[in-house]
């Protein structure tokens, strides 16, 4: 999964134009793995371990607000591309995992 991730790596740039490789997005990974329903047991892993979903940036995000940070902006698009991403990338993985394994 995470070298699937990384292989076919999401670029992002920002509105300053700075690039966030696969190695700034790795945090986002775990978040999505750990926030993501696993087929076998039909519950997250956070909530496994912890007993508890942890809140995501996008819950906290009023979408009425007119005058949201652009650098938090920014940020909450970045998280937003790199999460489902990393959801196709785990799909992938599972399905590739499955078709071998099964």
Same mark, same amino acid.
């Given at each position: 999964m995470i070298r699937r991730f990384c292989a076919y790596g999401l670029e992002f740039k920002?509105?300053?134009g700075f690039t966030?490789?696969?190695?700034?997005?790795?945090?986002?990974?775990?978040?999505?793995y750990k926030t993501s329903i696993h087929s076998s047991t039909g519950k997250?892993?956070? *909530? !496994?371990? %912890?007993?508890?979903?942890?809140?995501l940036p996008y819950d906290t995000f009023k979408k009425d607000l007119v005058d949201i940070h652009p650098t938090a902006?920014?940020?909450?698009? *970045? !998280?937003? %591309?790199?999460?489902?991403?990393?959801?196709?990338?785990m799909q992938d993985s599972f399905k590739y995992a499955k078709e071998r394994w099964d």
């Amino acid at each position: 999964m995470i070298r699937r991730f990384c292989a076919y790596g999401l670029e992002f740039k920002d509105s300053y134009g700075f690039t966030h490789d696969w190695c700034t997005l790795i945090p986002a990974l775990e978040l999505a793995y750990k926030t993501s329903i696993h087929s076998s047991t039909g519950k997250t892993q956070a *909530m !496994l371990e %912890k007993g508890w979903n942890p809140r995501l940036p996008y819950d906290t995000f009023k979408k009425d607000l007119v005058d949201i940070h652009p650098t938090a902006s920014s940020f909450k698009i *970045m !998280l937003d %591309k790199a999460r489902h991403h990393a959801n196709r990338c785990m799909q992938d993985s599972f399905k590739y995992a499955k078709e071998r394994w099964d």
